[in-house]
T-cell receptor, first 114, second 113 residues
């Protein structure tokens, strides 16, 4: 979707190194999310944000931190990457009250931790 | 324990026939349900929704049915087309404002020409 971009699209990193994934939106939506997708688990929520500097933990937040200093950017950081964090990461955005339309997702970042 | 379950990891259907994808949930507080479609190397895209005040919602070839007493919903695609081949996720929320959706593990649909 043109209104939400994730970078990088692919990354290979070594165990123990820090990694930051970026999500950028041009829709001025209030809510932003980070999910990871793994076989057999579908999409699991890592962290989400409901405004600038307002974030909260999701189902699988251990080992991850986030920051949102501007409405348009939501960063996901793996402080010390582990092999279990090899996954495809999706960012999503939504506007308040879009219950019937859910989220708009980015194209994903494939992260491999070796 | 998964709150949203899609017990069929995969489904194959002949082109032109009906595809039925199923989803079960355990949280009786869920009131809003969505279906997403996902192609390889792309993000999920919204397909159709239903709220608990309805038991059916249609959009073209796609119909979602909700049985609240059974905590079950299904997505029907009629007629199925090869372009429908994708992974389908159902998602549920108990939030009136559309936040905090919980996703199922997905079902891979293959529509055979």
């Amino acid at each position: 979707d043109a209104g939400i971009t994730q970078s990088p699209r692919h990354k290979v990193t070594e165990t123990g190194t820090p990694v930051t994934l970026r999500c950028h939106q041009t829709e001025n939506h209030r809510y932003m999310y980070w999910y990871r997708q793994d076989p057999g688990h579908g999409l699991r929520l890592i962290h989400y944000s409901y405004g600038v500097k307002d974030t909260d933990k999701g189902e699988v937040s251990d080992g991850y931190s986030v920051s949102r200093s501007k409405t348009e950017d939501f960063l996901l950081t793996l402080e010390s990457a582990t092999s279990s964090q090899t996954s495809v990461y999706f960012c999503a955005i939504s506007e308040y009250g879009t219950v019937n339309y859910g989220y708009t997702f980015g194209s994903g970042t494939r992260l491999t931790v070796v | 324990d998964q709150q949203v379950k899609q017990n069929s990891p995969s489904l194959s259907v002949q082109e032109g026939r009906i595809s039925i994808l199923n989803c079960d949930y355990t949280n009786s507080m869920f009131d809003y349900f969505l279906w997403y479609k996902k192609y390889p190397a792309e993000g999920p895209t919204f397909l159709i929704s239903i709220s608990s005040i309805k038991d059916k919602n249609e959009d073209g070839r796609f119909t979602v049915f909700l049985n609240k007493s059974a905590k079950h919903l299904s997505l029907h695609i009629v007629p199925s087309q090869p372009g429908d081949s994708a992974v389908y996720f159902c998602a549920a929320s108990d939030d009136n404002y559309g936040q905090n959706f919980v996703f199922g593990p997905g079902t891979r649909l293959s529509v055979l020409p």
